[in-house]
């Protein structure tokens, strides 16, 4: 039994369906089977445990996208977010939580999760560049704004299709876009 990846997982399932601050230390403790002490000896601060949170998650997250000079890194890029949706469930970014929690009292952490954002934004970018051999901004910020409305959009319209639709999209603006090699 890894005591410390209890906590990590039990903190992230509950600040994700809870939130981060509605989300009690002694509810964290219970879910993970660990005692305050022990939660305390791993991460001295909540400060502490919620880095930790963003930062795996985030690496999670971008250790399953291709690289951005795979042919089909876009059109992954919409099936990891569904895959993630069936996952974890579809209650909004996890990354925007965070910040909307802690934009106003801790700065790091908010920093910490709009970080996400433009690491999401620099890959797609990259992945443009490849597909189209040169760089396209304009282009790269329309597919990472329907990237973006995806975890939205799937609250009404369900992960499979909001992705699929997310992926269509980007896939017909690529091509349209006259750059595609």
Partial sequence: MNKKRDILQAAER??????FHATSTDNICSEAGVSTRTLY????TREAL???ILDERRK????ELCDPRHPDS??????VMGNWMSVYGIR???????????????????????????????????CIGHACSKENLPL??????????????????????????GKTASLMLINSSGEYK
């Fill in 14 to 19: 509950l600040f994700y369906l809870n939130g």
């Fill in 41 to 44: 000896r791993y991460f001295p």
């Fill in 50 to 52: 919620t880095a930790t």
């Fill in 60 to 63: 999670r997250f971008f250790s």
């Fill in 74 to 79: 876009i059109s992954h890029l919409f099936d």
């Fill in 92 to 126: 909004g970014c996890f990354f925007l939580k965070a910040w909307g929690e802690y934009s106003g009292e801790v700065p790091v952490l908010a920093e910490q999760a709009m970080s996400y954002r433009y690491a999401m934004r620099a890959y797609i970018a990259k």
């Fill in 140 to 165: 790269a910020d329309a597919i990472w704004t329907l990237f973006e409305g995806t975890l939205t959009t799937a609250l009404v319209m369900g992960a499979v299709a909001a992705c699929d639709a």
